[in-house]
């Protein structure tokens, strides 16, 4: 099947103590209920790390972001779109972090995201954590 659209996503890798911020989706929209990166799209005429940037504030509240090297990339086709993603480390004021959109947002180690339904388009950044 050839998909109908690409969307480019940005995606924040968020680090404290070994663990690493995770958001779950809202059960109403699309990949509902899957664990994910917080970020988002990239919009018209912006660069991913200005995507975080903002998605950051909007989600999550987040204050002091700061947008650093790229953990990785990768595309991961869901049939009826392809999502183009890129992850990028992240710092951030940890004590300001408070859910706006999603159902929940915890931390885990990258040996726990098994055990959760991480998303399919976030899963290559699993082996890319572990050997940090």
């Known amino acids: ?17 070994g663990r690493y911020l995770l958001a779950k989706r809202p059960a109403h929209k699309a990949q509902g209920g899957f664990w994910e990166f917080p970020g988002g799209k990239i919009e018209q005429g912006e660069t ?36 183009q ?21 915890e931390w885990f180690a990258p040996t726990a995201f098994d055990q959760i339904a991480l998303a399919p388009a976030d899963k290559f950044l699993q082996p890319l954590l572990l050997v940090d």
């Open 48 to 83: 991913a790390q200005m995507a975080l940037a903002r998605e950051l504030v909007e989600e999550l509240d987040a204050r002091n972001v700061t947008v650093g090297a790229p953990v990785g990339a990768s595309v991961h086709d869901y049939g009826n779109s392809v999502v």
């Open 85 to 105: 993603i890129e992850a990028y480390w992240v710092t951030c004021d940890h004590a300001s972090l408070r859910n706006l959109e999603h159902e929940s947002i």
């Open 1 to 17: 099947m050839m998909a109908d659209k690409t969307i480019r996503v940005a995606a924040a890798v968020i680090r404290q103590g």
